[in-house]
């Protein structure tokens, strides 16, 4: 598939060639897409970003391909547009631990202290319905305290563990 987009002249060339080959039954995979995603990517950040949108549409419901949209956009620096899918990582996750972390970690990583301290307070101390981050607790109190440590003038200190 890569080879037949690689003809392709132009940009719009190649689109054209992409949107015919999405039609097929046998590009229906996470491979596909990945693989078009990162051809498309040299083209500009945002043509490989509209092939992961075809994917988001086709495939929202299923963890694993979120998963994979998640990675591969916050590898090329959509950290706004990986937060939206890992929040509906967790929506269709809600017992999921590493979600819980990942959301925080990409609030983190988009200026989002306060939603991301809010969020490490509810997995330090357990406070959410039916999750038991006990397993991840050292994982999440060291990145808290990062957290802490390189945002402390942005992040409200209340009910903060003082050990942190």
Partial sequence: YIAELEKASTLDGAFVIYNNQRKL??????????????????????????????????????????????????????????????????????DNIQAYRDVARIYARTNRFNLAATLYKQMIYNTVPNVNFEPIHPIIFNEFRHLIANHKRKINFKNIPNEL
């Fill in 25 to 94: 039954a046998e590009t229906r995979n996470l491979a596909y897409y990945l693989a078009v995603a990162n051809f498309f990517s040299r083209w500009g950040e945002t043509h490989g970003y509209s092939v992961l949108a075809d994917l988001f549409e086709q495939a929202n419901n299923n963890p694993r391909i979120l998963k994979a949209i998640a990675f591969s956009l916050e590898e090329d620096g959509h950290l706004v547009q990986a937060s939206y899918v890992l929040e509906k990582l967790l929506q269709l996750k809600p």
